[in-house]
């Protein structure tokens, strides 16, 4: 069942590019497990959205990589970074505007194994 109001599922329904969600959390937050749903709900609506949750505790490589100061963070295509919970709506608002400045900058470059990317990060 998608929790989603119907406005932001037709919205996200429409993406033509892949979007990747990034949620950290920590156990303790109360506000994470909601920011999680709704990267998760948006998921299950439409395959172009690709949601993961990276608890800060167990993956500190990444807490540091994204520079994570207090959770809930909600990462989208690694360039927008949303501090704290906010509605569902809104989260949609900010997925269609990566999605759209993504289709102007055209497709990501390949990944390149054993190279750093612009993330800081580094695939083996």
């Known amino acids: 069942e998608v929790l989603l109001s119907e406005e932001s599922a037709t919205s996200l329904a429409g993406l033509e590019h892949d979007i990747s969600l990034k949620v ?25 959205v690709h949601a993961e949750t990276i608890e800060v505790n167990e993956f500190p490589e ?22 704290g919970m906010i509605h569902e709506k809104q989260l949609t608002e900010q997925v269609m505007q990566a999605a759209a400045k993504a289709a102007k900058a055209g497709p990501p470059p390949p990944i390149e194994r054993g190279k750093e990317r612009a993330s800081g990060l580094y695939i083996p």
């Open 24 to 48: 950290f959390v920590t156990p303790t937050c109360p506000y994470c497990p909601a920011m999680m749903r709704a990267a998760y709900q948006m998921a299950m609506v439409t395959p172009k």
């Open 62 to 83: 990444l807490a540091d990589a994204y520079k994570v100061q207090a959770v809930p963070l909600t990462v989208i295509n690694d360039e927008v970074m949303i501090p």
